[in-house]
């Protein structure tokens, strides 16, 4: 008898595998590890369009494909503006009785560059008429797929080959765009950030954006082996520096009241999380310095939005 | 599926009919490292299967959890995510 059904904590997890083996992507990847967690909360009722970048050019070389789910390959600039159309089209379906009536969840599926760069403006239309669907961003902090180009959201300091430190460069010398504001900004329902290193948060998560009428964007950091250069085995270990030193806190924001998911009494110190990476590997004592201001600069606005919303005692 | 196919093969529009069918792809020879599990140590945890980026470990009857080498790419999370230290990486050997 094969196993359906794997106990894990507190709940149960399927045994299938909505993204198949044999897939390209880099070895010790963080994305595969965030789609699989996705896939498994959510179940097989899901339609799901992606963005072209690092994830769908591993799964899908042709003639293979890896997706076991209703799944679209979308341009980099239209992947929310298509889910909206896909479920605006399972919405009348129903109505008309074509095609039976359940929840099937809309998921929408893209890089960082396909959310804050190129992506942008198709996001940004499909939040504002509120569509019911969810827009998840793995956010590997460059355009890994191409060849570690910056993007706008490489943070300050990074090495890419668009940016490379050198003599007269240290790497990006701009600051993160923080796209999960910009979500925020539209006044949707659930925005959230989450880890694929904290498994039970990220989860959590993906089920109650899933669970939410009207919009709801999550924004997974997936650690990079290949651009951040760092070893392919401590990837998880880098997402969980990446939320204990603040530099990418776990938060949710549900009808603008924010809530700091992971907040640790003491941010350990930046060095930690940027020694580990090659990416950092020419910055500064300065630099490194300007980095951690930011950071705490940062922390603390968060912790100040956090602070105006008590969380409410469980009942 | 062969290595040799052309476009004239394909579906029109490129359409892939069979969903998930990369699992006939194999990428263990990727790996440099292997992945040994050993079973007095392990406890079911089953955060391995959880993080393995590449799905290759399995739920086994008998409840422990193996890596399938046809697909694993010796990344080693397993290795690094198991908290009693149950899973050990040893080199490829040559074959």
Redesign the interface.
């Known amino acids: 008898m094969a196993i359906t059904e794997v106990k894990f904590g507190d709940r149960l997890l399927t045994s299938k595998e909505f993204l198949a083996e044999g897939h390209n992507f880099c070895i010790g990847c963080g994305e595969p590890m965030a789609i699989r967690m996705v896939l498994k909360t959510l179940g097989e009722n899901v339609i799901m369009a992606m963005a072209t970048g690092c994830d769908e050019v591993t799964t899908t070389p042709l003639p293979y494909t890896s997706w076991r789910i209703p799944w679209m390959h979308t341009l980099f600039e239209n992947t929310a503006a298509e889910i909206s159309g896909v479920e605006a089209g399972l919405k009348i379906l129903m109505k008309k009785g074509r095609i039976p009536e359940r929840r099937i969840t809309c998921i929408a599926m893209a890089g960082d560059g396909g959310t804050s760069d190129i992506g942008l403006q198709a996001l940004s239309g499909a939040l504002e008429r509120g569509h019911d669907f969810v827009y998840i961003c793995l956010d590997n902090e460059a355009y890994m797929n191409t060849g570690i180009q910056r993007s706008s959201s490489t943070p300050y300091g990074a090495s890419t080959t668009t940016a490379p430190a050198g003599k007269m460069s240290m790497g990006q010398i701009t600051r993160k765009k923080n796209i999960v504001a910009i979500a925020a900004a539209h006044g949707i329902p659930y925005v959230a950030t989450a880890s694929p290193s904290y498994h039970f948060d990220l989860m959590r998560k993906v089920r109650k954006a899933a669970d939410t009428k009207g919009p709801a964007y999550v924004h997974i950091l997936t650690p990079c082996p290949t651009g951040w250069r760092c070893g392919g085995d401590i990837t998880v270990q880098i997402g969980q520096l990446a939320v204990q030193t603040g530099v990418f806190p776990l938060y949710e924001i549900e009808h603008g009241r924010y809530r700091l998911n992971a907040d640790p009494p003491r941010l350990k110190p930046i060095e930690e999380y940027l020694k580990l990476q090659g990416r950092y590997r020419h910055l500064t004592d300065d630099h490194v310095a300007r980095i951690q201001e930011m950071v705490n600069e940062d922390y603390a606005g968060l912790k100040e939005k956090a602070a105006c919303f008590p969380v409410e005692a469980k009942e | 599926?062969t290595d040799k196919?052309t476009w004239k093969d394909?579906e029109v529009g490129?359409i892939?009919k069979?969903?998930?069918?990369?699992?006939?792809?194999?990428?263990g020879d990727?790996r440099t490292e292997r992945p040994i599990l050993d079973k007095d140590k392990c406890i079911k945890c089953?955060l391995c299967?959880?993080?393995?980026?590449?799905?290759?470990i399995?739920?086994?009857?008998d409840g422990y959890y193996e890596a399938?080498l046809?697909?694993c790419?010796?990344?080693?999370?397993c290795?690094?995510?198991c908290p009693v230290e149950a899973i050990s990486m040893t080199e490829e050997e040559e074959r």
């Open positions: 599926m196919l394909m490129n892939v069979e969903a998930g069918n990369a699992c006939f792809r194999r990428t990727w089953a299967w959880l993080y393995c980026p590449d799905a290759s399995k739920p086994g009857e399938d046809y697909y790419k010796g990344c080693a999370i290795a690094r995510i």
